[in-house]
């Protein structure tokens, strides 16, 4: 007998579930699994997953393509809000065309690229000074002689006293090197070291000076090429014998604050591929230290130079044919171009005619600015960076941006940077630290700078008129009105005006001086 039992539940999908109950109280279905303790087969829980599955997955379809659906139409709306605006902007260009903006070459416009005017005028300066070219030949002819440039150095060619000065000058260097020996080992004090680097310093400028002046076998050419390593050697002396004596009253005072001392033997270190000493104090008092300073392209003296890890054959031999290029190229245009046009001005001067000495004056500025312009490359770029590159010399820093200088103390201060760092260091800051404001400071400095430019040049000339000295104390009072009243562009123009009319005026007061001296009147 069994009854059966109906329950009804009510929902969004209506079910019916049939259990049949056995007399014994249990199950019909399904009792005899759990009377062997087994699970019931899962395969209704498993059709109702799938089916639940299905439906989610239809869902999801669903919704999927009513996104799509509202994408294209966004998209669609978009396509035609772009189009709506760009037939309104297409009838505002019909409608105006101007707008509020600059000239190109106003300053507020802002516009910086010039580069084809600055071919433009580059162009134009080549072929105008073709035509120059051209014309000096034409009317001259061809003046190059590389003979005639021997005898620029050698009046007998068995006779090499500018050679033998310049060998002379290893007796000075030794002193040096001798003298701080005995100061470092505290044999002699520091005030006798200091009287007779004194003496050596002075000795220095004063016997290459009185063996120009007194040997008339010494060309002007050899006289300039043997005072400039005399006053090139002064520079790297004083600055040797000055950082020495930094580095003993550093060792003193590290000392009193018992301290380790700094003159611990040499320390070897890895620099790159190669691998170099560092030194301290008094290690460095060698005659390779010593000589090493001496030649590299620097005028300021320190312990340890920064190194370069190799040397680059490549550049090297770039930086050699450039300097073989521009030499040849400076002597070409030194005889065919600068002696004629001097030559020509003896006659102006004698007459003072002062139209035609402007005349002269102007025709001389641009082949003398041109020459200047090669051998500022030559020196201080390519054979510079010959030597530095040669004995691994790390610091190539030998001229900053000075065709930018919008004033001319920033001009003087970064287009020779070896004698800058070395006035900065040794003569600038030490005046400025005994109390000396700065223009009396900036003052001293072209002063000093006044005299080497005049020793330079009268000594080998054998006549003393000061134009040198004057030229270069003239850029004082120049410096002040350009700095106050010019800046920018018009700053830069003055710089570059007085480069070149500076220097064209100063050689021909010179060449008319020494025509005047040397050969009784202008020829």
Known sequence: MSDTAEITTTGPVTRRRRTTVAGNG???????????????????AKGKMEQVSKRTNQNNAKLDRDMETRGQQHQQFSDSTKKE??????????????????????????????RGILNWCVVMLVLSNARLFLENIIKYGILVDPIQVVSLFLKDPYSWPSACLIIVSNVFILATLYIERRLAVGTISEITGRILHMFNLTAILVFPATTVLSLTSITPVGGVLALGIYTILFLKLYSYQDTNRWNRESRLANAK????????????????????????????????????????????????????????????????????????LLVGLIQQWMVPTVQNSMKPFKEMDFSRIVERLLK???????????????FFHSTLNFVAELL????????????????????????????????????????????????????????????????????????????????????????????????????????????????????????????????????
Not at 294 to 320: A, D, E, G
Not at 364 to 378: D, G, M, T
Request: charged share 15%; aromatic share 18%; glycine share 6%.
């Open 26 to 44: 249990k199950q019909a279905n399904g009792g005899k699994w759990h009377e062997a303790g087994d699970k019931p087969p899962q395969r209704a």
């Open 85 to 114: 605006k760009s037939e309104v902007e297409e009838i505002d260009e019909k409608l105006s065309c101007h707008t509020l903006q600059e000239s190109l070459l106003s300053s507020a416009s802002g516009y910086s690229n010039y």
């Open 257 to 328: 604050r018992l301290r380790r001392s700094h003159s611990c033997p040499s320390v070897a270190q890895s620099n790159g591929s190669a691998v170099h000493s560092t030194v301290s104090y008094p290690g460095n008092l060698t005659h390779r230290d010593m000589y090493y300073f001496v030649f590299v392209p620097t005028l300021c003296y320190q312990l340890n130079f920064p190194r370069s890890p190799r040397i680059r054959k490549r550049f090297l031999l770039r930086r050699l044919f450039e300097m073989l290029f521009l030499m040849q």
């Open 392 to 523: 691994q010399f790390g610091d190539r820093e030998f001229y900053r941006d000075w065709w930018n200088s919008e004033t001319v103390t920033y001009f003087w201060a970064n287009w020779n940077i070896p004698v800058h760092k070395w006035c900065l260091r040794h003569f600038y800051k030490p005046i400025m630290k005994k109390g000396v404001n700065k223009f009396l400071a900036q003052t001293a400095v072209f002063l000093l700078s006044a005299f080497f430019h005049e020793y330079l040049v009268s000594i080998p000339l054998k006549m003393f008129r000061l134009w040198a000295f004057m030229g270069m104390m003239a850029q004082v009072p120049l410096a002040w009105f350009v700095g106050r009243y010019l800046n920018g562009i018009y700053g830069n123009a003055a710089v570059w005006i007085s480069l070149i009319i500076g220097q064209p005026v100063a050689v021909l007061m010179y060449v008319h001086d020494y025509y005047v001296t040397h050969y009784g009147g202008p020829t």
């Open 364 to 378: 001389l500025a641009v082949p003398n600015h041109l020459i200047w312009l090669i051998f500022f490359y030559w």
